[in-house]
């Protein structure tokens, strides 16, 4: 069977970095997703398995915003900042200095 233009692109991505392990379900996952888009004609489907696709290719490190993405410490939308030794400090304290719970029933 002669592979479309999608998958042809997943395959040639995915080989450039062989698999970890545990990564070779979502490469698999992604490959499909790629075949089933070179065979759909629906727009809205195309739509759909599109989004999907996307969030393997993430998921896997696939796309530019995905790598720039590791290489400072963050995880898709979500910021994960690098603490500085002074918010690191402030969490220490805040934690030391928090009220403690107090038993109102205790009087």
């Given at each position: 069977?002669?592979?479309?233009?999608?998958?042809?692109?997943?395959?040639?991505?995915?080989?450039?970095?062989?698999?970890?392990?545990?990564?070779?379900?979502?490469?698999?996952?992604?490959?499909?997703?790629?075949?089933?888009?070179?065979?759909?004609?629906?727009?809205?489907?195309?739509?759909?398995?599109?989004?999907?696709?996307?969030?393997?290719?993430?998921?896997?490190q696939m796309t530019p915003r995905a790598?720039?993405?590791?290489?400072?410490?963050?995880?898709?939308?979500?910021?994960?900042?690098?603490?500085?030794?002074?918010?690191?400090?402030?969490?220490?304290?805040?934690?030391?200095?928090?009220?403690?719970?107090?038993?109102?029933?205790?009087?």
């Amino acid at each position: 069977m002669e592979t479309g233009p999608m998958e042809s692109a997943f395959k040639a991505a995915s080989s450039i970095e062989p698999a970890a392990d545990r990564d070779k379900a979502a490469v698999e996952l992604g490959r499909t997703f790629a075949e089933q888009m070179d065979l759909e004609q629906d727009a809205a489907t195309l739509i759909k398995l599109g989004d999907s696709y996307l969030r393997v290719l993430e998921a896997l490190q696939m796309t530019p915003r995905a790598r720039a993405l590791a290489q400072k410490g963050m995880k898709g939308n979500d910021p994960v900042k690098p603490q500085s030794r002074l918010d690191e400090l402030r969490e220490r304290r805040s934690r030391k200095s928090g009220a403690k719970t107090v038993d109102a029933a205790s009087s």
